[in-house]
């Protein structure tokens, strides 16, 4: 008899799609096209054994279609982990709009992704992510009821950045407890690449701590910013990872932890916001371990966002929200200690909490 991973090998080679969808383990994918609106979208439904998928929506201006369904399995997939793990009660989802936002996003086209939505009836919640904002969802939600990340004026908890960067920064004492002895970043060197909204917020908390700061955006005016605000030194990518520096916060795009960015890398800590941020998870993991860095869990890092809008579909308190990001130090810290114990990568450590939980509350319910 075939091993699952042989089947999954088999079917990949045979029909791109399906054979993905059984390397990741998911359960639906739909595909959405409206040549009215010049719609090209995917929504990946990983797992909804904890609850209903949720994960936000990207617009981003592929390639190629291939690079989007990959890119959408890995992001659903990484959110049923990061709920999981955050100990809230949803699944994991995650939807691709195929364009370039500033030439093909209307209302429109927003209103017919939102139709698309809500004929899965409530089993994919979306929100915000790269290439959409707050305003976005207002639009969607004109279609579905099935959307998180709304204003505060809706009675939704607004921009989840500030709750996702305090569990980046909370992680990152956690995990410069481990490697330095305390969970101090005072006169750390940190290394903050994208200074989106995460991104900016990390910055202000780390500059209050007296961090020594060096940033990099393609954005020349989002560097001007946190240079002039917040003292920080502006980097160009051909340099940046030939500085010597304590840690290093990935808060852009994933993949960044890559064998060429790996070969340059000095740093203690890998610690930051962006999603799958290893490049391979099995070969980079085992590499940044060899190297002696230690590296917190993307899904773990960043999860505020993701607790940010469970406490929205539960009738929003940003105290709340936040409490529940804070406790994200005591997570990156028991990973930590659990992939020192079995000898083992922390992603490895981190997935297996996930899917410790995942197969225990899947013995006494059924998918959503």
């Known amino acids: 008899m075939m091993e699952v991973k042989d089947v999954a090998s088999t079917a990949l080679a ?12 998911h359960e639906q994918l739909v595909f959405c096209n409206d040549n009215e609106t010049g719609l090209k979208a995917i929504i990946g439904v990983h797992n909804t054994i904890l609850g209903p998928s949720l994960g936000g929506t990207r617009f981003w201006n592929y390639n190629n279609e291939t690079e989007a369904l990959i890119d959408v399995l890995r992001l659903s997939r990484g959110m049923t982990y990061k709920s999981s793990v ?7 989802g995650k939807a691709v709009i ?6 093909i996003k209307s209302e429109a086209l927003l209103r017919r992704f939102g139709k698309f939505i809500n004929t899965l009836g409530g089993k994919y919640i979306t929100a915000e992510d790269v290439g959409v904002n707050t305003r976005d969802m207002e639009t969607i939600h004109n279609e579905t009821s099935y959307v998180a990340g709304l204003p505060v004026s809706m009675g939704g908890g607004g921009d989840p950045s500030p709750v996702t960067a305090y569990g980046v920064y909370v992680s990152m004492k956690a995990s410069a407890k481990e490697v330095y002895g305390n969970d101090s970043l005072a006169g750390k060197k940190v ?19 007296k961090a020594v700061l060096y ?19 502006s980097v160009t990518p051909d340099k940046m990872f030939d500085l010597d520096i304590d840690i290093y916060a990935p808060c852009a795009l994933g993949a960044t932890v890559n064998d060429d960015a790996l070969s340059k890398l000095k740093c203690a800590i890998i610690c930051g916001a962006a999603n799958n941020q290893l490049a391979d998870e099995k070969v980079h993991g085992e590499v940044v371990t060899k190297k002696g860095i230690l590296y917190a869990p993307d899904f773990v890092v960043n999860a505020g966002g993701i607790i940010n ?9 940003r105290e709340r929200a936040m409490a529940h990001a804070e406790k994200i130090y005591d997570t990156t810290w ?13 992603y490895m450590a981190a997935n297996r909490i996930a899917e410790k939980r995942i197969e225990a509350i899947g013995k006494i319910k059924v998918r959503f």
């Not at 290394?191 to 701590?209: D, I, S």
């Not at 990973?335 to 083992?344: L, Y």
Request: cysteine-free; overall charge negative; glycine content about 12%.
């Open 14 to 25: 045979q029909n791109p799609v399906i054979g993905r969808m059984l390397e990741y383990n």
């Open 86 to 92: 955050a100990g809230i009660n949803l699944g994991g």
């Open 98 to 103: 195929i364009g370039d936002p500033k030439k």
């Open 191 to 209: 290394l903050v690449q994208g200074l989106g909204n995460v991104g900016m917020h990390l910055v202000e908390y780390l500059a209050k701590e």
């Open 215 to 233: 940033v990099y955006d393609i954005s020349e005016e989002r560097v001007k910013i946190a240079v002039g605000l917040h003292s920080a030194t």
């Open 309 to 317: 809008v469970y406490y929205e579909l539960e009738g929003y308190v």
């Open 334 to 346: 028991n990973i930590i200690q659990t992939a020192k114990t079995e000898k083992i990568p922390t």
